[in-house]
Structure formats: C-alpha cells, structure tokens
C-alpha cells in the first residue's frame, strides 16, 4: 500500500465533493424529489433503481445493491483503484490533493520507487531458484507440513550461505545510492557491499496490491550468533510498522463475516493456508503497531488474536488489544494449548479442528484481560484482590449492559468469592435501569421493521391505524409514513425515493423483505400500542425539560401521564396474549 496522502484522505476529498455532481458528470441523473435516479450503471434495468442522495453523499442501487461513496463510484465505475481514482477525481474537480500528501513519500520521485519495485522483484526470483534448487531448504519446509504449492503461492526463496550471492547478481550493478538504501545489502566498515541475507530461508513481503516490498528470512543453519529471523530493514518501499505478512492472500479469502485471525509469525500465516484457513496475517517480527491496527480494521469487522501461549505472546496480545481498543473491530483473543502454536496445532487437527478450537476458546477482550489479571493476582488476601479489582473493573464500567456487562462482574464475583452486588455498590455501576440503552434501540429497531413490513404488505391497515385512539400519539416519522401510504394507495420505491431519506428508503426495502406469517400481521395492534407508548415518553420528555412550564403545559403533562399508565396497563395484557411484545 502506497501511503502517498495522509491517512483519511479520502474522509478529506468527499468532503470537498458533491457526489450528485460526481456521478452526473458520468450518468444522467434525474432528481426524484429530495434525492436523485438513474438506470444502475452497474447492471442491466429498464426502470431506475439507482438511487444518489445528496443529503447523504451516498448512492444505493435497490436492484442490485451496489452502494457507496464518490470515490467508491469512480473505483468501480471506472475500474480504478482507491489511489488513483482519488487523483483522478482531485484532478477533474479541480482539487489540489500536494497539502495532503504524507512528506517522506512527497521528496520521492516515482520512477526511483518503481526502480525499488523492480529491484525486490528481481531479488525475489533470484531467491525462488535458489530455493528450487536447494533441496535441504524445501525438505525443512516440507517436514513443517508445507506443501509444495503453498510455498510457489506465497514465493518462498532460499538465500545460499556465502557473502555475495546477491551482490554478483544484482549489487554490483546498482548506483551506489540504490544499493544502499534497497536493504539488500549491508556494508562493511571499509566499505564492502555484502549480502544482508546469507543461508535463509526467504519469505518475500507482499503489499496488498502483490508487489514485493520487502523480506524475511529464517536462519537454516546452527549460528548462535545469528538472529533466527532477520527482517528488511526500512527501505523507500518499506517500514514494517505499516504492513501485514499474508494480508494480500487474507483480503481475498475473507468469509462472510470478515474475520482476520492475527498470529505471530510467518510459519504460522504459511501453516494456515496450507491447511485451509487462509485469513491469517502475522505483524513482521514487531509487536503489532497502530498502523497495523488500522489496516487490519480496513479489511476486517473482526479480528482473532492468536499469540503462543508463552508469557511473550501473552503480553504481546494485552499490547494488540490496547491497539485496537478505539478501532472500529470487533476483538476476540483466543489462547491455545501451551505447547501449540497455530502452526501445530493446525497441521495435528486440521482446519475444522482449528476452527471449532476457535469457536470453543474465544474469548471477548474484556474476559481475556479479567482471567489474565486474575491469574497474576494472589486472590487469596485482601490486597491482592483489591489490586485485581482496580484493574478489571474500570473497564466493566465502560461496560454497557447489552455488552454483556452483567456476566462480566458475575465472572470477577467469581473470581474472589463474593456476591455480585456487592461488587456494584462498590464501584457504583451505573443504575441498570439507564443501562440497557443498546438493546432498547435494537427492540426498537425491530418492531418498526415488523410494523413496516405489515403496512407495506398490507396498506390498508394503515386506515384501521387512523381510527385508532393511539394514531394520535405517534412520531411525525410513522405519521410521514402513514399518510405517505395513503397518498399513493401502497408502498412503491419509485415514489418513496422522491419523499424520504435514501436512509429511510433504505430500511422500507428492508422491511419489505421479511417473511410475515399470517400470524405475524395480526400484531399490528400490540405494536402500534408500543409505539404509542414511545411517543407519550418522548412527548412527556420534552415538557419535561423545558424550563418553565405554563399551566397548560403542566396540565398536558398530566394528560400525558394517565395515557402512558393506560398504555402500559394495555400493554401488559397484550404481554399476557403473546410474549413477544
Ligand atoms: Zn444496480
């Protein structure tokens, strides 16, 4: 990866952008109310159902759902990569992008990169015969379970013993400045250029975009006095502190659920997809770097931790979770058995047997760190278990309810032997009852997707709605919606795109996808109680918080009040009928 501009550069030019001018200038667009339609670009139609919202800086396509932002259009609509459809971009709306350009790389003249490239290349097929031809290297990665494949795919190469393999080949050929900043070579205090690789196996670094960048190397033979692994060290082309071992393969294996598993070492990476689990990278021989965090939490929602076991990789992974802990990923640690590394634990069981490992052994940060502190402290005296609290404890504060939080003091209750709630009055947790804000919004998120669902299956419930005495108290968006069906006798995208949000419109199309029994569209009732109840509080809420309050206003509260009761009264009942709700 490039790292031309500064790190949100993108964040930076779609700010500068008006998407609806970015995608007219290639499609016609024609406005459609508050947002604007096109036949999709990206697929075959008749009647449009790309939609671009100016509101949002966003476009959707409904048919085939092709979705995103300006530069994501440019990328696929021009086939472009993110870099170079920034420039393009920048370069057609007039923007100058040189005060974001990230310094070190500016003083850089293309063609000497491109030069880097080329050289790393060169070495890495240099490397790669030598390894065909070697056969004492290819026998140590075979005896580790290494296929013959696995070792082309990621191009494993082998760098003789001696001092000047290299050198002939590629050094002395080299301006003197290239030779020396390429981290090929090294020099001796007179001067002499040798080479930096001598008697290794050979794990050329990849960028995400497959170019080489950089190496690794694995001492073959017994020298003491020798690293076992030795790196590039930084060059034009690379700071290990911003790439990844095996993300180039991981990015394209990605499952669903777009895990990454980070493990430690090159053996590992290779091990993994040598036996079928091809998302896992290794930080390159440093503890795991913000900018490493970053990467990974681009291409990943979640990502595995598996450090050995090893106090080493124990504290390397406390260091990994402070990493990610303001990253938009989610973060599980797994521990092995003490004797395994992923390498070996995935060649003895296999890929399902390391996944089902995965699945049984995972553990959330949090829970991590707990059964971490809790087998440093000496639980058994006051002190220690004082100490053990003062450091598990503010991070449960942090804690929401629908995060689990309960389970987690549970679990350090457990830990030394008290009950819960002494834990709580302790460290004064916030009250349950403001706690479950998380879940309260995802309930709420799902019956208004239910009741959507039956309104858009069935309009004409939205006349039997209006008769009713809770019409009244629902929020102006239901009210928006329900006059909306009216209006144009039933839901239909090409209308609702002129008079919502591409939001809003978003999540009608959602809802209208759900399988509704016939069971499910009687509920209309119990729901629509539901969110009358919303609408009192949050009606009772505003009077609530303005200052000062008229007669009236305190008699409208009042009113409020005894609505709300008979609602909760009715709601309980409804609770009787049908456990849901
Ligand atoms: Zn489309």
Known sequence: MGYKYVDDIGRILTEQLDIVSVISSRVPLKRAGRNYKANCPFHQEKTPSFVVSPERQSYHCFGCGASGNAISFVMSYENLDFLSALESLAEKEGIDLTPYLNKEEFQRPKEELSGYYELNRRAARLFFEEFQKTPSAKEYLLSRGIAERTMRRFGIGYAPAGWDFLVNKLGKALPEDTAQKCGLFAFSEQGKMYDRFRERIIFPIFDVRKRVIGFGGRLMGEDPRAAKYLNSPDTPLFNKSFHLYGLHEAKNHLSPDRQILLVEGYMDV????????????????TALTPEQGKLISRYAEEVVIIFDGDEAGQKATIRALEVFRTLPVRVIVVNLPPEDDPDSFVRREGAEGFREYLKQNAKASVEYIIDREAQKSDLQNMAGQQLFLSRVMPLIEQMDASEGRGLYIQKVADYIGVEPRVLT?????????????ASARSENRKYTRHLLGILISEPSIALQMIATPYYQYLSDNWHAFISYLLEHKGYN???????????????????SKQELSRADMTH???????????????????????????????????????????LIRERGRDHGKRQDY
């Open 270 to 285: 290779l091990g993994l997809h040598d036996k079928g689990v091809p998302q896992a990278v290794a930080s390159l021989g």
């Open 425 to 437: 009055g302790d460290w004064k947790l916030r009250e349950s009852a403001s706690a479950p804000r």
């Open 493 to 511: 995208i090409q209308s609702a795109i002129e008079i919502f949000t591409l939001e809003q419109v978003e999540f009608f199309e959602e809802a």
């Open 524 to 566: 209309w009732r119990t729901l629509l109680r539901y969110f009358a109840q919303q609408g009192v509080m949050q009606q009772l809420e505003e009077l609530r918080e303005s200052s000062q309050k008229s007669d009236a206003q305190y008699a409208e509260m009042d009113r409020l009040k005894k609505k709300l009761s008979e």
